[in-house]
């Protein structure tokens, strides 16, 4: 059958009182494919209303603090590591970084993570369970915290570079990209209804750290902004996006665009606001 590719002004003021009782736009996405809109066109469109419901609500107004990477603008040593910030934006806050891991560390966690890859996973925004989604097509994988000796050396540079503890820091996940793979615009930040404050809270601050080059494509984008991070082996984008007063950063919206050749290699830790457990 053939799928839908309109939307009842009906359906949009559903979707819009929807989303402000903060159902994920992932979760309403996934029901319009359900009832027959073809994927493409529901994501497009559920993303151009979550802009705009996001801009009614008043989300502009977040308040950004300052976030210090270890004090020291430039490069800093961390484990015997010399790590170099090469840019830095405001808003959102995004520090892009080189060196975060060397190549042999970058290799071995690879060849470590591929014999455990299973399809990505959403977190429905109703249920609360883990769920296969149309919008993120990569395999991956999570280590458990301080699962051994080498992960937790990799968890403790994160952590002097971020100043948050290891102990705030969700298990270290790895993504695997084939070519025509990506993960369509999502924020990281749970929406408020799913916070669980007995388990560290909030999401706070991704370190996405690159583990390959990527031949062609696979860039990770932040819409609002227009900025491109174009992956590099060991490098790093670090995105922070929610303050003290419990407010999150729209604007860090991002994604990962489809790889066009060659594969893409990333490993992501998310950091919470308190220690998970
Ligand atoms: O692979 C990327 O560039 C983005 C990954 C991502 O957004 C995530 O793991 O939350
Ligand atoms: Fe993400």
């Known amino acids: 059958m053939e799928k839908m590719k309109t939307i009842s002004n009906e359906l949009q003021d559903w979707i819009i009182d929807t989303l402000k009782q903060g159902v994920s736009p992932l979760a309403i996405t996934n029901g319009l494919i359900k009832k027959g809109f073809d994927a493409r066109f529901a994501y497009e469109t559920m993303f151009e209303i979550a802009f705009a419901s996001s801009d009614i609500k008043g989300a502009s107004t977040y308040q950004y603090e300052p976030v210090y990477l270890n ?83 990799i968890e403790k540079r994160i952590s002097l570079l971020t100043s948050y503890p290891i102990e705030n820091g969700e298990g270290l996940q790895v993504l695997h990209y084939e070519v025509g793979d990506e993960y369509k ?21 991704t370190m996405l750290i690159y583990l390959n080059d990527v031949e062609s494509g696979g860039e990770t984008i932040f819409p609002k902004i227009n900025a491109s991070f174009t992956p590099k082996k060991g490098s790093a984008v670090f995105f922070h996006y929610s303050n003290s007063l419990g407010e999150v950063d729209r604007k860090s919206l991002h994604s990962s665009l489809p790889v066009q050749r060659g594969e893409k290699w990333v490993a992501t830790k998310w950091i919470r606001q308190k220690a998970i457990d």
């Open 185 to 205: 615009s999502h924020f990281d930040f749970f929406p408020e209804n799913r916070v669980d404050n007995r388990k560290g809270g909030q999401r706070i601050a």
């Open 71 to 153: 004090e020291q603008p430039h490069s800093i040593v961390v484990d015997n590591q010399m790590v170099f910030v090469r840019s830095n934006f405001i808003k959102p806050t995004i520090i892009q970084l080189d060196h975060v891991l060397s190549d042999e560390e970058c290799d071995f966690l690879i060849e470590r993570a591929k014999c455990r890859l299973q399809p990505s996973k959403v977190i429905d925004a109703n249920s609360g369970a883990e769920k296969a989604a149309a919008g993120r097509t990569s395999k991956g994988m999570y280590f458990k915290l301080q699962e051994d000796d080498f992960i937790a050396r």
